[in-house]
């Protein structure tokens, strides 16, 4: 049972719109959540996190949204730049206790000029 | 050399051979992790090392057998693996081991092929 799950296999954006890419998870013990992003011949590299205290964290042109009722978070890119094509993966924890990191299966974000 | 690197970088075996991945990292951190992660599916979870010992094995197969000489290196031994078992096989390092909050450090991975 896959627990984090990344639906959009692959994503196209217009360079300078705005980049969505979804996660649902199932477990509502999880309460930390990550988005890593990675380049082909690279290891993925965190991005963003957000607690499950918040609804929202944003770092410059990357923001996170989180729907605890939901079982929901997104990541939103605007403006989305040639270089943030990549491959991004969610991830979900449970801060309490010794709980890994579930991945999602990725979602391959291509940036067109 | 900073953060956490992986050799080889590529790797192509036959399913008699023997072979081992190596990590290292260079962050000071107290955790290292092996991932898998096969075409189209989540990275998957193999085993947890928080100073030198196994917190976790998820399952793993035998032929897949980990050692954890010092907190900064991590070997991944490989035994009469099955085609099946290629991948991308990822090392991670964490400040601590599990904690859902710890960002964990990446390396580049290792691609293997089981011929």
């Known amino acids: 049972d896959q627990q984090v799950k990344q639906n959009s296999p692959s994503l196209s954006v217009q360079e300078g719109r705005i980049s969505i890419l979804n996660c649902d998870y199932t477990n509502s013990m999880f309460d930390y959540f990550l988005w890593y992003k990675k380049y082909p011949a690279e290891g993925p590299t965190f991005l963003i996190s957000?607690?499950?205290?918040?609804d929202k964290n944003e770092d410059g042109r990357f923001t996170v949204f989180l729907n605890k009722s939901a079982k929901h978070l997104s990541l939103h890119i605007v403006p989305s730049q040639p270089g943030d094509s990549a491959v991004y993966f969610c991830a979900a924890s449970a801060v309490q206790g010794a709980q890994k990191l579930v991945f999602g299966q990725g979602t391959r974000l291509t940036i067109n000029p | 050399e900073t953060g956490v690197t992986q050799t080889p970088r590529h790797l192509v075996m036959g399913m008699t051979n023997k072979k081992s991945l190596k990590c290292e990292q260079h962050?000071?951190?107290?955790?290292m992790y092996w991932y898998k992660q096969s075409a189209k599916k989540p990275l998957e979870l193999m085993f947890v090392?928080?100073?030198?010992?196994?917190?976790e094995n998820n399952s793993v197969p035998s032929r897949f057998s980990p050692e954890c000489p010092n907190s900064s290196h991590l070997f991944l031994h490989l035994h009469t693996l099955q085609p099946e078992d290629s991948a991308l096989y990822l090392c991670?390092?964490?400040?601590?081991?599990?904690?859902?909050?710890?960002?964990?450090?990446f390396g580049p991975g290792t691609r293997l092929t089981v011929l």
């Open positions: 090392y928080s100073l030198e010992e196994r917190v």
């Open positions: 991670a390092s964490s400040q601590e081991p599990l904690a859902g909050y710890n960002e964990q450090f």
């Open positions: 962050l000071g951190h107290n955790a």
């Open positions: 957000i607690s499950s205290i918040k």
